[in-house]
């Protein structure tokens, strides 16, 4: 763990010194330490860089607890944070802003929204369908993101294709690019309250990974713990969604990642995919502000690098097991 | 006090498919109760009940006193341990952690296991001869090693009762014997164990408690003498069998009559 922790420090400098403009580690420590030497390496490094580097670790970080959990609540490895429509269900709250021309604050308050309802309708209908179990709510979380995706295709579809579309399609595609402090701010507590959530049942995640039938058997009420579970994992997904729109494959593969490295107990494999999460959205992030003149959005980037490293994850495992 | 009673129980997966029917039988601290009957004729169903996994149509089940309905789950989960049939695990947790689960009803919301519970784990490995596994991935083992993991992990939950359902299935004939030598001490540190199987020979051999779950879904109880006759178990099993008493075992053995 001190050698991720290492890593993710050692990131965070790097993602402080580039950008289209370059600043040398010795620049950037003449900067942190005397920031009155120079006004305009102070206003890019604190007001632009800064607040961009700690909502990259935040939603990194956030994203893949989520997965870490919903993998094990669902005891299945192939889930992602979005499997009971909270992404689709904040790009849809998202779209809906942008056509009623809200700003980025009101953006950001419907795509939580959008997020919330959506999980809440996942779990109504799994209840009206009236049957116990993990699959029901995976099925029910297909069923209404399928229903939201129409809905954005909908808004997209009526929306003006010169002014609003752009904003729909580079909000579903997910970008850092207009973070600032009150943003982080506002969306802090979700995240503070969805991590201590997930960090108090991290061994009940354990025990919960290994089946339905065995967990009630040890004594955890799985109904009620379930549901927790998934509040705490909408609220950091949901509460990342805001800050940068939709980010993919952070939630699915990095918990694979720290699952090859220390086994399959969320009480490491959760502190563990929070800080790989970080480090590896931060990596992202700086790629995509400073490979070209524009932004790269984030989901591109972490599609690319997100899909082969999963099918090698996927081959490893295979590998282990013979 | 007896550690199970269970009053006229009875359930169906549907209206018309009654599997089990007014079941009624006790259980005393340290009794060791094997139950016996053919595949698919509701073994595991009945075992389900008695843990509160199935709910149950009629009657009621107590665990040390107390209703399984309205227990605190907690409560049951630190009186009652279970080795399922299928323990198959979707994971690649490790052996220690896959044990150290059996303690999560010693352990509250905020706990992780302890320093003394990763020992008590390391202890029963030692017994067993099993350390040299701890930090292998559980669905790396064997399906012997497996049961014999999955029965240690039950065992670190120290209920007060245990139940097994086809624990022999998978082990060879020298786990077989390490089992049966563990269920006769338990039975001398006073803790009931319910076992299903469909081999009449572990019933002989253990010479305890019986419970003849027939095709009417009604439950025998009686000792074994009195239970594991030929007539009995040629009706129960519907083949032609043999009883022979070996004099050097001082028990009998059932033999099919081919």
Redesign the interface.
Known sequence: MCGIVCLVLIAIIFALSCGRIYYSPSELLQTLVHPQSNPVAANVIFNIRLPRIIGALLVGASLAMAGCSFQNVF???LVSPDILGVSYGAAGGAAMAILLGYGLGGTQALAFIGGIIAVGLTVALARIIHQKGTLILILAGIVISGFMQALIGLLKYTADPDSQLPSIVYWQLGSLAKVDFSNIIAILPLLIIGTIALI?????L??L???D??A??????IGLERLFIIIASTFLTAGTVCLSGNVGWVGLVIPHIA?LLV???A?RTLPLSAFLGALFLLIVDTFARSLSVGEIPLSILTGFIGTPLFVYILIK?KV??N | MNILNVHQLAFSYSPSKTVLKKISFSLRAGEVFTILGPNGIGKSTLLHCL?G?LPVNQGRIEVAGKDIQTV???????Q???V?QD?H??????VI??LL??R??Y?S?????QHKDIMLAEKYLKEFKLIALRDR?F??LSGGQQQLIAIIRALL?QPQLLILDEPMAALDLSRQYELLQLIKKLNRQQIAVILTTHLPDHALMLQAKVGLLNLNGTLEVGNSAQLLTKEKLEDLYQVPLDLEYMPNLHRYTCQIKL
């Open positions: 005891h299945n490895p108090v049942l991290r061994w009940h354990t025990v990974s290994l089946g039938q065995q009630q058997l040890e004594g955890i009420n699952r086994g399959d107990n009480q495992k282990r097991l | 843990l996994i605190n789950q907690r409560f049951l989960a630190q009652v341990a279970y399922p323990y695990v979707n994971s690649s947790i490790a952690d896959y689960t059996g999560t009803p352990l919301l905020f706990q992780t296991p991935s669905s790396s939950q």
